[in-house]
């Protein structure tokens, strides 16, 4: 019997990456804590995305995260800015050829700000 589903998840972090990367494949990506998403992998563990890993996988695969899901990455530890310092942090880099634009779901735009100029001003 697979003993996984019983041992809950946990979150990958620097420290679980000291002895070497590793390879993870996304199965689901949902909203986190502190308005950010969070990354599930077939491991059965998570990664809480930042702002730089989101850019490279939007880069990779798309905007839309249900691009995401079935494609492999890597977690390292590098480098990342944080209040202006560099700190270590979890880093993710592709695998999974990126998928071409054609084959991307689109993400639909937001709608203009409205203008809250009212432009039907009585004449003085």
Do not use: H
């Amino acid at each position: 019997m697979d003993m996984r589903e019983f041992a809950g998840s946990s979150f990958i972090t620097v420290e679980s990456l000291r002895a070497g990367p590793r390879e993870e494949v996304v199965v689901s990506v949902a909203p986190g804590k502190y308005d950010k998403p969070v990354a599930t992998f077939k491991s059965g563990d998570q990664l809480t995305l930042n702002k730089t890993n989101v850019r490279t996988l939007i880069k990779a695969y798309g905007e839309d995260s249900r691009d995401w899901v079935g494609c492999s990455i890597e977690l390292s530890i590098g480098p990342t800015k944080y209040d202006g310092d560099q700190i270590e942090s979890v880093v993710v880099k592709p695998i999974s050829p990126p998928k071409p634009l054609a084959a991307r779901t689109p993400v639909p735009k937001p709608p203009p700000p409205k203008n809250d100029m009212n432009d039907d001003a009585a004449a003085f």
